[in-house]
């Protein structure tokens, strides 16, 4: 064992490192230049110059910490409404900065208990909403579960800090296999029975739009959103994932009417360059918080460089056009993506929004995967083809789900590279999943 503790995500210590990047590819030190096709991290690739010279600027900056008034921090806030969330004035308030999506999650949901005064809260299955406190908690991919998975079988697992009440998550999707597609899909009514009961106790719901390959469906969020107001429970918009940019729109909630009593940030927003994340209250919140001091602190959020970078990165976006390319992009990957998907027998599901989606292979159900066999998944075994063959492809460190999140930069050509890699990359998953089928007869 070496001094680093590495995480169950890692490429593992035979894969080459990591030596330098630019645009939209990552140097190793076998000297090869690999596609970054997955890294919700980094919108704009690897050392965009406008960024770049943002942050060597603010390098000078002094060290001030959340205690004191910062004008970068005024200016960050005022840049977030008006490159973001202009045309939300009507009901966003106000925004608090943090330090990781894990963090602004947890933030968010404890000032929900706090504004309730209940303890519950609420997601959608196989949602990830970071590793920390109450964003933990909710964290409910069984893989994720803030412990120890040992290889050979077993786990030890933190209990949890709060009851977590767990609604069915939106169906929806770009392909389905013939079996996928015969399956019934129960309505959304029926999936949402349940739903007002769990509210009821709850703090809040909280709802993301990529985990688990389960992209945006307004009508599912107006539907949660509405049995939410009408139980006392606060709506959580988790857009760590897909807030100004990866959508390719400014916020995946605006596919639907409602809009949520929070939204927490994170990834993206510092252009990849430092990690920052960010609270926005709606004015109903930001009014019960007025004339209250909200006692929560943290010494390094909302530091100078994290601040620069975040306006550094929103005028990049308002700039150069980043959500029109993603959205044009997006036509690309679902038309490709299908096309994909109906060659290869082992691909059971293919979803996503703007620059992120999901191809769900067939195999063992994710519900039963706690990461703790020795055995590479076929996601991480498709993956690790496509890495020798040029290109970095995700997994989430789920068995059966594969995933792709260029940066917003990537061109179309690029995008064919990245597509075609994953299209030869399937063989594998195909090979495995016919074997398995010819078992089964
Ligand atoms: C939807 C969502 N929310 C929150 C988080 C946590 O963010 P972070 O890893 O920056 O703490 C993630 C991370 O993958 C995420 O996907």
């Known amino acids: 064992m070496g001094r680093l503790l590495r995480t169950g995500l890692n490429a593992g210590t035979e894969a080459p490192q990591v030596v330098g990047g630019e645009g939209v590819h990552f140097h190793l030190s076998d000297g090869r230049k690999v596609l970054d096709g997955s890294n919700t991290g980094g919108p704009l690739g690897h050392g965009h110059p406008r960024m770049a010279e943002a942050l060597r600027e603010a390098a000078g900056l002094p060290m001030v910490s959340e205690g004191w008034n910062w004008r970068g921090r005024d200016k960050a806030a005022e840049d977030l409404f008006e490159v973001a969330l202009k045309g939300e004035e009507h009901w966003a308030g106000a925004v608090r900065f943090c330090l990781s999506g894990s963090e602004g999650n947890d933030i968010a949901l404890s000032l929900s208990q706090a504004l309730t005064g209940r303890k519950a809260i609420a997601t959608r299955e196989r949602a990830y909403h970071g590793l920390v406190g109450l964003s933990?908690?909710?964290?409910?991919?069984?893989?994720?579960?803030?412990?120890?998975?040992?290889?050979?079988?077993?786990?030890?697992?933190?209990?949890?800090?709060?009851?977590?009440?767990?609604?069915?998550?939106?169906?929806?999707?770009?392909?389905?296999?013939?079996?996928?597609?015969?399956?019934?899909?129960?309505?959304?009514?029926?999936?949402?029975?349940?739903?007002?009961?769990?509210?009821?106790?709850?703090?809040?719901?909280?709802?993301?739009?990529t985990q688990g390959g389960y992209y945006h469906d307004g009508a599912y969020q107006d539907a949660v959103a509405g049995i939410a107001r009408r139980e006392g429970c606060l709506w959580i918009a988790d857009e760590v994932v897909t807030g100004v940019g990866r959508s390719g729109r400014p916020f995946a909630f605006q596919g639907g009417d409602t809009r949520p009593d929070i939204v927490t940030l994170g990834k993206g927003l510092g252009g990849g360059m430092v990690s920052v994340a960010a609270i926005v209250v709606s004015k109903d919140v930001a009014a019960e918080l007025d004339g209250k001091s909200w006692q929560n602190y943290g010494t390094l959020r909302g530091h100078p460089m994290a601040m620069a970078a975040v306006s550094a990165y929103l005028g990049i976006v308002r700039d150069e056009d980043l959500l029109d390319r993603v959205r044009a992009l997006e036509v690309l990957y679902a038309r490709r993506l299908t096309e994909i998907a109906s060659r290869h027998p082992s691909v059971a599901r293919v979803a996503g929004q703007g620059l992120h989606w999901t191809i769900e292979l067939h195999g063992p159900d994710w519900r039963n995967w706690l990461a703790d066999t020795p055995e590479a998944p076929i996601a991480s075994r498709v993956a690790g083809h496509a890495l020798g063959a040029g290109a970095v492809i995700g997994t989430s460190g789920e068995q059966v789900s594969l995933f792709l999140a260029p940066p917003l930069i990537i061109s179309e050509a690029e995008s064919e590279r990245l597509l075609s890699i994953l299209d030869d990359s399937l063989f594998l998953a195909d090979r495995e999943h016919n074997a398995t089928m010819e078992g089964a007869h």
């Not at 949890?160 to 998550?169: D, E």
């Open 136 to 209: 933990r908690d909710v964290t409910v991919q069984p893989h994720w579960h803030g412990g120890l998975a040992a290889p050979n079988g077993g786990t030890k697992v933190p209990p949890p800090g709060a009851k977590v009440h767990v609604l069915p998550a939106p169906e929806g999707a770009t392909y389905l296999s013939a079996t996928e597609a015969a399956r019934r899909q129960p309505s959304l009514d029926e999936r949402l029975a349940g739903a007002a009961e769990k509210l009821r106790d709850s703090a809040a719901v909280i709802i993301d739009y």
